[in-house]
């Protein structure tokens, strides 16, 4: 069951991680971007902080998943290092972008709310992990890199959410505030279990 369960969060991290992929090659609005309105596609700081969202949160699914196989870190320490470092980066440069699109989200306050919240706490805790390892505080930087990928795992979770939401008949636009929060706050839960079945310290 732990090798399965391994492999169900590789494959839905690197899935999602090669998603943003879609919105570069499909010349026309798809996905979420058929929510928004046409003045708001036109907008070249929206477009670039929608791209830098995507590309650099795709990144940070992708690099982050694997750091946290303690035989994998033991065996390329070097390389689990170097990987820390773009996935700070990408979280930190995603983060950012998120924090403007959130105020545009589709739906409203709520979601806006949401989605401006999770980039708060997005590079909170990721600057929180980093900062920590910087002083060698081991425990720290798992508590906290546990954490921060909980947060990045919130675009799987987000995906998996709205088509559910679709087959239960929901509207989006009803669905999407409540989604807003419901992709990463049961996520950071989750999290809070991981870090207490390791016996980690709760650093807040």
């Known amino acids: ?69 303690a035989q994998w870190r033991n065996r ?31 739906s409203g306050a709520m979601a806006s709310l949401g989605f401006g919240s999770l980039g708060v706490l997005w590079i909170y805790t990721t600057l929180r992990a980093f900062f920590s390892i910087r002083k060698k505080q081991i425990n720290a930087h798992q508590t906290w890199m546990i954490r921060s990928y909980a947060l990045t795992f919130a675009a799987v979770t987000l995906r998996i959410l709205l088509p559910l939401s679709q087959v239960a008949g929901i509207n989006f636009y009803d669905a999407y505030p409540v989604i807003a929060w419901a992709s990463w706050v049961p996520n950071l839960l989750v999290a809070e279990w991981i870090v207490s079945r390791m016996r980690l310290p709760h650093f807040i």
């Open 76 to 106: 390329y320490t070097h390389v689990h290092r170097l990987l820390g470092k773009v996935y700070v980066g990408a979280c930190l440069l995603s983060g950012s972008a998120a924090l403007y699109l959130a105020y545009h989200a589709t």
């Open 1 to 69: 069951m732990k090798k399965l369960g391994w492999i169900v969060f590789a494959f839905s991290a690197v899935s999602i991680g090669l998603f943003p992929i879609m919105y570069l090659v499909v010349q026309v609005p798809v996905g979420l971007l058929l929510t928004k309105s046409p003045e708001l596609l036109a907008s070249v700081l929206w477009k670039i902080a929608f791209y830098q969202h995507i590309i650099f949160g795709g990144l940070a699914l992708l690099v982050g998943w694997s750091q946290f196989s």
